[in-house]
Nanobody, 114 residues
Framework: QAQLLESGGGLVQPGGSLRLSCTDS?????IGWYRQAPGKERELVAS???????AYANSVKGRFTISRDNAKNMVYLQMNSLKPEDTAVYYC???????????WGQGTQVTVSL
């Protein structure tokens, strides 16, 4: 099971930026972030596969960018033009093989507010 370490959450004003980081120690098929706001279901925000294919939720397209540094086993989520509705706990995940189960990080809080 991959060990996931997340960092980079915090409080930011609307229109601001944050960068989340996640490191894993295993060989993976895909890695990325889900988020969960109070009273809502967990939703996929962004993902990237070992082949470099990316996917984004419609609500973050054009504002968020996921990237991977394979040499460092690090994945980054650059979040720009943040909105109050982006407020949530963001969870890094990895998927060892396509169609397999997901491993989760501990979550990091992102709060967008004045």
């Amino acid at each position: 099971q991959a060990q996931l370490l997340e960092s980079g959450g915090g409080l930011v004003q609307p229109g601001g930026s944050l960068r989340l980081s996640c490191t894993d120690s295993g060989s993976i098929f895909s890695i990325g972030w889900y988020r969960q706001a109070p009273g809502k279901e967990r939703e996929l925000v962004a993902s990237i596969t070992r082949y470099g294919n990316t996917a984004y939720a419609n609500s973050v397209k054009g504002r968020f960018t996921i990237s991977r540094d394979n040499a460092k086993n690090m994945v980054y989520l650059q979040m720009n033009s943040l909105k109050p509705e982006d407020t949530a706990v963001y969870y890094c995940y990895t998927q060892i093989r396509q169609g397999g189960s997901l491993d989760w990080g501990q979550g990091t809080q992102v709060t967008v507010s004045l």
